[in-house]
């Protein structure tokens, strides 16, 4: 039997595949704790820089496997939320695992519903195919986001946008979700890994410590006034600044690179 989820490691970046394809790539309650695992691995995992989460099968997820999902919030009732309130589906969308440092791409193909959105929405790059197609079947159903989908698309997104994505359940074409900054490439599929890949070497081609706290710095600015936001990023900012031991390294090699473009007599010699 294929592995539901393949989790490989490749250098610095770890690439994360759902791999469903008979359901599209929905997500089962056994995905959802692999995935768990996968993230807090991933988080733990110091030789780890980046991660990729894609799918298999020319899609990306069909959302969470209603047929395991809906008859236990059935069952449970409406207590649920309190006891998953720590507890994100597939971990990075609400909890601790939310609060990984490291860069998470989502690279997007096919179909992305219902909980794809959620899962996608809390990465912090997104790169999807001309060909992506996303839609919020859920309120078809009589359900709608419970795991950080409407919080992160009124952020990204706006309200208005928003609101016709969530109450309307019609979908939209990549272009849509790019021109409502729901994305932020979107290319030809034939492209879509390789630029997946360009983006993660650019973010491998900066240094670790401010990446990281850049991502850190902005989820702690989201939802806080002008006047806290501007102290925030103040305090960090010039934390890192001073407490960065690779600046140095990184400004002699720099100032070395821009002697050795100097034409010949510019210093005064």
């Known amino acids: 039997m294929a592995e539901k989820i393949l989790y490989e490691k490749k250098g610095e970046v770890a690439w994360i595949t759902l791999n469903r394809p008979e359901s599209r790539n929905a997500l089962d309650h056994e995905m959802h704790d692999i995935l768990c695992d996968i993230w807090a691995d991933f988080r733990g995992d110091n030789s780890l820089r980046v991660a990729v989460l894609a799918g298999s099968g020319g899609h990306f997820t069909g959302g969470a496997d209603l047929k395991t999902h809906a008859p236990m919030w059935q069952e449970v009732g409406p207590m649920v939320g309190r006891d998953r309130m720590e507890d994100?589906?597939?971990g990075i969308t609400r909890g601790p695992l939310s609060r990984i440092y490291k860069p998470i791409i989502a690279e997007i193909d096919g179909w992305c519903v219902g909980h794809g959105i959620e899962m996608i929405m809390a990465c912090d790059i997104r790169v999807a195919s001309s060909r992506a197609r996303f839609a919020e079947f859920q309120v078809r159903k009589g359900m709608h986001h419970a795991d950080g989908g409407l919080s992160r698309l009124i952020n990204s997104c706006g309200v208005g946008f928003t609101m016709e994505f969530l109450m309307t359940g019609a979908e939209i074409t990549a272009q849509?979700?790019?021109?409502?900054?729901?994305?932020?490439?979107?290319?030809?599929?034939?492209?879509?890994?390789t630029k997946t890949e360009l983006v993660v070497q650019n973010i491998l081609n900066c240094d670790r410590r401010a990446v990281e706290s850049a991502k850190e710095t902005i989820l702690e600015l989201i939802g806080r006034t002008l006047h806290d936001q501007l102290r925030v990023e103040n305090m960090w900012g010039y934390a890192l600044c001073g407490g960065n031991p690779s600046i140095r390294t990184h400004?002699?090699?720099?100032?070395?690179?821009?002697?050795?473009?100097?034409?010949?007599?510019?210093n005064g010699a």
């Open 251 to 266: 400004m002699s090699e720099f100032y070395s690179q821009q002697e050795l473009k100097k034409p010949a007599g510019e």
């Open 88 to 90: 994100g589906l597939s």
């Open 176 to 193: 849509h979700a790019y021109n409502a900054n729901m994305l932020n490439y979107v290319v030809p599929p034939e492209e879509l890994r």
